[in-house]
């Protein structure tokens, strides 16, 4: 059973080797820390993420898991925290309306970055920037949100037109 | 209006000059407090118990009953709850009693002490499993009389087979509609109190309907508070014709347990999926209501993933339950426990 460097990285640090958390870090912040960033937008709980989701990768049973690929698997822990973060969140901005509270989170800055995310959903955000910057394949994230392959597809195609809906004008 | 050639470009320049900031020492700080792992009995409170089937239950007629009440002027709502909801309901109430006194560890192979400690306590959730199957026909909802600060009132009666339940949910509403060409987003948002008996309990329900093209996405969420750092969270997602449930139990502010469950239907069969997860045990089973070749009726629990047993429960002749345990691997046959 040959495991991938980051498996093992992943096993030294379990086994109490916490200067190998360096190489885990190295190799994946990067891809967690973007994708994190496009959902919330914002720096600190970027950040706040991105550390429960490595704190919780670390309870994982590395040692044992023959079949988990670690990089889906710390994408999908730092999905399904974001996600549930957005969702409190929502709860949140919705009390601040109430009482006429300035929202608190959204960070005021421009750029696609930030556009795209007031109107795509969490699961074409995360689809987009798989598929547009890190040119993963559907079929990868197909694999990796568990979904079938036209489900990936036709969430694609349907990001796209709400993004030559709503931005098309302003690159004209 | 065309889409403009370099938007994706421009995407990927700004992820390239997005700062991102190092925190891995902050990180590695943790790892270094959190090595020595916590062993948490997590000691059911008799608010567990109850609050999550009750959470459940409201999670589950949300959709009917509250997100489909306009205005409230209906005095009398009879949600109807299929076989694939009451299954879902039961099965995730149920296996919120499987927490109690649970100390069992992700292992290797399966030894007969923890067999028996599974199978005591699967027993004690069967009883009100086959219970709660009966709420399908057994739940009545009425308007009653409303309280100071709320806008609706209403009690919930669920009939099981010796004995009632009543729960009186007190509670205000806000409704938001967004529709944009082909796509309509439903918002609801509930918050109020719940009355069992002599307790009140704090609750939040909120209910997310998109329609766009021929696609629905429904999202319910229910939250069940004992108070503001002990609460079960639980939430319902249909998406594509398939059916997630969620709960999360957090005591002290800390989640302590996780289930998540995977409805299916396969051939006319409802198959379901329970994961369960807390810092001492890691099970997934696909749970059943198997029918022999003699016709007798049985519950299976196979065992999926790491999880290295099935166990299939039949009834003998004086009633008790018959625990069989077996191998997932190669199906040989490990222990037969009575209880």
Known sequence: MDLSALQKNLIAVQEGNTSSFTFVYEDTHRILYQAIYFLVTSKEETEDILQETYLKALEHDWKNDTHSNPMNFLLTIAKNIAFNHLKKRKRHERIEEEHQIPSSYHENQEGLLHLLPQFLKKEELLIVYLHVVEEWSHQEIASLLHRPLGTITWKYQWALKKIKKRIGDAYA | ?339
């Open chain 2, 1 to 339: 209006m065309h889409m403009p050639k370099n938007w994706k470009q421009e995407l990927k320049d700004e992820f390239n000059q997005l700062d991102v900031v190092d925190i891995s020492p902050r990180i590695q700080e943790k790892i270094e407090t959190n090595t020595e792992i916590k062993e948490e009995t997590h000691r059911s409170k008799p608010f567990l118990k109850w609050g999550i089937g009750f959470a459940s239950l409201c999670l589950i007629i949300g959709g009917g009953l509250l997100l489909t009440q306009k205005g409230g002027s209906s005095p009398i709502h009879q949600p109807t709850i299929n076989n694939k909801q009451a299954f879902a309901f039961s099965t995730f109430s149920s296996f919120s009693l499987l927490q109690k006194g649970n100390n069992l560890k992700m292992r290797k192979s399966l030894e007969e002490g923890e067999a028996n400690q599974i199978a005591k306590e699967v027993k004690e959730i069967l009883p009100f499993l086959e219970s709660t199957l009966l709420i399908e026909k057994g739940i009545t909802v009425v308007e009653t009389e409303k309280k100071e600060g709320y806008a609706y009132a209403e009690e919930i009666t669920i009939t099981q087979v010796e004995h009632q339940e009543v729960y009186t949910l007190y509670y205000n509403k806000t409704e938001k509609v967004e529709v944009d060409e082909d796509e309509k987003e439903t918002k609801t948002f509930y918050m109020g109190e719940m009355m069992y008996q002599t307790a009140t309990y704090a609750f939040t329900f909120e209910g997310e309907i998109e329609e766009e093209g021929n696609e629905i996405e429904k999202e319910h969420t229910f939250i069940l508070y004992e108070d503001k750092n002990n609460y079960i969270e639980t939430k319902r997602e249909i998406e594509n014709g398939e059916e997630e449930y969620g709960y999360s139990i957090y005591q002290n502010g800390e989640e302590v347990m996780s289930v998540e469950i995977e409805i299916e239907e396969k051939k006319n069969k409802i198959e379901t999926t329970l994961e369960y997860e807390s810092k001492t045990l890691d099970l997934q089973y696909c749970f059943s209501n198997e029918t022999d070749e003699n016709g007798n009726s049985y519950y299976l629990l196979l065992g999926k993933k790491k999880t290295n047993h099935s166990i299939r429960i039949t009834t003998n002749e004086i009633g008790n339950y018959v625990f069989a345990f077996y191998d997932s691997t190669n199906q040989t046959f490990l222990y037969s426990l009575e209880y």
